[in-house]
């Protein structure tokens, strides 16, 4: 159902009374609100024992109050969007859940000093996928000029997307961790460089693929996406 706001409400993000408020390239729109199933997985399970590992890391040694503080400042200096599109900040503890939550999934060690380049990362606007059935890999595309290709603790974080079919143009999810591309110190990665996936891969079947750029002081970038592609 589309919705067209008027009499001072101009938008809406959320769930009330049963009805999930959105935004989508044609406009507003509502639909009915649905208790997604909580399947408890081991992924699921991994995902929230790491975010309370970190908040507990977040109180304890090495930890000081100078590094809280510290991570604050970043926080401060880092403009978010929310759900409607407006300018917010998070909390240094959300940027140190995410920075570093990000890190683990890539192997990679906590950091715990924050960031003292007060920016996040560029998205690489070289990243594109092409998958191959045959042998169940995903060849991964990005730039391999960048700073965190040759420094230990940089890596480029990629996910795949849930396989569709080679008729769905939208996609919003759910997305999968599939592995990570690591930088090194006089021996950074090449392009193009193969992945295995993080769902089989099927012939004719479309997928997507996002990435986020992880640095070694702890920064990481806002995801972004390459174009769908037909599994080969």
Known sequence: MLVKYGGGLVGGSGSIAGNVFARNRFGNYCRARTKPINPNSPRQTAARLITTFLAEQWRESPMTQAKRDAWETYAAAINWQNALGEVIHLTGFQHFIRSNARRLAC?????????TILSLPGAD????????????????????????????GGALQVHQGLPQNPTRNFFGGPWRFADSIDGSVGTPPTTPTDIDPSFVLVAGQKIWGKASLVR???????????????VT
């Open 216 to 230: 070694a002081d702890g920064r990481c970038s806002d995801f972004f996406t390459a174009s769908p592609v037909l």
């Open 107 to 115: 192997s990679l060690a906590i950091v715990s000093d924050a960031p």
């Open 125 to 152: 606007t070289a990243f594109a996928i092409a998958a191959n059935a045959t042998t169940q890999k995903i060849t991964v595309t990005f730039d391999d000029t960048p700073d965190w290709c040759d420094e230990a």
